[in-house]
């Protein structure tokens, strides 16, 4: 889990995992859509790697990127940054769902040439 595994149910709580991950909601202890809450982490994740620096523990960025702000990211197209922007919400309920993103990105892929495989992933070579 990217910061907090927890039933649905909010019953069972362990606390691990990493922080720079974890949405607003979840840091004032909001529970109620965690599978929003994942989809901020994914969205925190594709951050990383897209701007090739790791997040922050803690500061000025690591506020804004709660607040769903993002740095220039040169060299990506608009359509994904707005797609990372959305994942980012401060708004659980504005993120997109994973079948939303999955139709994003095969979008995303097909503009960019690459081969999809049917339903949208990727085929593997």
Known sequence: DFGLAT???GHWRVQEGDSRYLPLELLNNDYKHLD???VFALGCTLYELSTGQALPSNGKRYSELREGKLAMMPGHSTHYVKLLASML???PKKRPSPEDIIKSLSKLGSKSGLPLA???????F
């Not at 049917?118 to 593997?124: D, F, K, M, Q, Y």
């Open 36 to 38: 929003r809450a994942d």
């Open 118 to 124: 049917p339903g949208g992933s990727r085929r593997s």
């Open 7 to 9: 039933l649905k149910n």
């Open 89 to 91: 919400h401060q708004d």
